[in-house]
């Protein structure tokens, strides 16, 4: 939906931005990440967020949930801690109520679901198979902040078993967000893209903690809770930069993200797209920056689309 007051953002004929996810073409690289746009009308004063490249909403669950008690947010010299623990309605009052709404935003629409274990994956998959505007589902694999959240990557057989339930009942595409929290992600990609999955998004928050000495406790109301935010970049980028070189299917880029050269340094190490997280809490109006600028970051490498950028960075000597 456009406000008047917030255009849609020109982009220039002669750069082609669109890009695919496996089935699916998206206007532009640059999404959201999910957990940090809220249901995305709370953007929509700042500028139209119909612009973005796609739109990934906080994590839905079967069962309504409460969340992780407070405090549910830090901020650490590094970064974000978050322990928030998919605080959601559950899918049956999100399909009547938030669903809807979602549908206005007008741009391509992301479910993020978590199960307590693969057949509840499916599960979810299969009520939303009846819902109409959702343009792919993003598995979330990789909760820091549940318990169990993690399972299913932290192991090849877990993901491939997650994503190849999920894809028996769906073919819709489906991204399988991984956890930077393994000693080697590569087999897991690998495996959730042997199960089905359309494409990668890595990386989900690494696990931290923050201390509050003088009172011997630690500040998040759970004790640890997933680290975000530029600190985490460098991890970021070497993931995808590895998980490029490992599997067939394509890779988003998320972690730390707050501008336009973050976007062309995922480009370059193996994204065909990012996800924006943390700077939303601090630049609500970053999508808009990093899509203004976008197009003549990709001239200046004598580039005229996106995808003949993905993956070209150099191999050190
Ligand atoms: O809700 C959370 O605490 C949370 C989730 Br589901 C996630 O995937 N990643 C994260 O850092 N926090």
Not at 17 to 38: E, I, K, M, Q, Y
Not at 161 to 173: A, F, I, K, L, N
Request: proline share 8%.
């Amino acid at each position: 939906m456009s406000s008047p007051e917030s255009p849609k953002l020109p982009v220039p004929a002669d750069v082609d931005l669109s890009v695919r996810l496996g089935g699916l073409t998206l206007p532009n690289p640059v999404g959201t990440a999910s957990g940090t746009f809220g249901k995305g009308l709370e953007f929509q004063p700042f500028y139209d967020v119909a612009s973005l490249g796609f739109i990934v909403v906080k994590t839905i669950t079967m069962e309504p949930r409460a969340g992780n008690p407070s405090p549910r947010l830090v901020e650490t010299p590094g970064g974000m801690l978050n322990s928030i623990g998919l605080p959601n309605p559950g899918i049956e009052a999100y399909v009547r109520d938030t669903l809807p709404l979602l549908r206005t935003l007008g741009a391509p629409l992301v479910i993020n679901i978590a199960g307590h274990d693969a057949s509840e994956f499916a599960r979810l998959a299969e009520i939303l198979e009846k819902e109409e505007g959702i343009d792919a589902l993003e598995l979330n694999m990789s909760c820091p902040n549940v318990s169990g959240g993690m399972d299913y990557s932290t192991s090849a057989d877990g993901a491939r078993d997650v994503v190849s339930r999920v894809r028996d009942v769906t073919d819709r595409p489906l991204i399988a967000k991984l956890s930077p929290n393994v000693t080697d992600i590569r087999p897991i990609a690998a495996a959730a893209a042997e199960g089905g999955a359309s494409a990668i998004s890595a990386i989900n928050t690494l696990l931290g903690m923050a201390v509050d000495w003088r009172h011997r406790r630690p500040v998040l109301g759970r004790g640890i809770g997933g680290l975000s935010g530029p600190c985490i970049k460098p991890v970021a980028l070497r993931i995808v930069r590895d998980l490029w070189r490992t599997v067939d299917v394509p890779v988003i880029g998320i972690g730390g993200i707050q501008g336009v050269d973050d976007v062309m340094e995922y480009l370059l190490a193996g994204a065909s797209a990012v996800q924006v997280g943390t700077a939303n809490y601090y630049n609500p109006c970053v999508g808009k920056d990093i899509l203004e600028a976008l197009p003549r970051c990709i001239r200046e490498l004598g580039a005229s689309s996106v995808r003949e950028l993905v993956g070209t960075l150099e191999d050190p000597r």
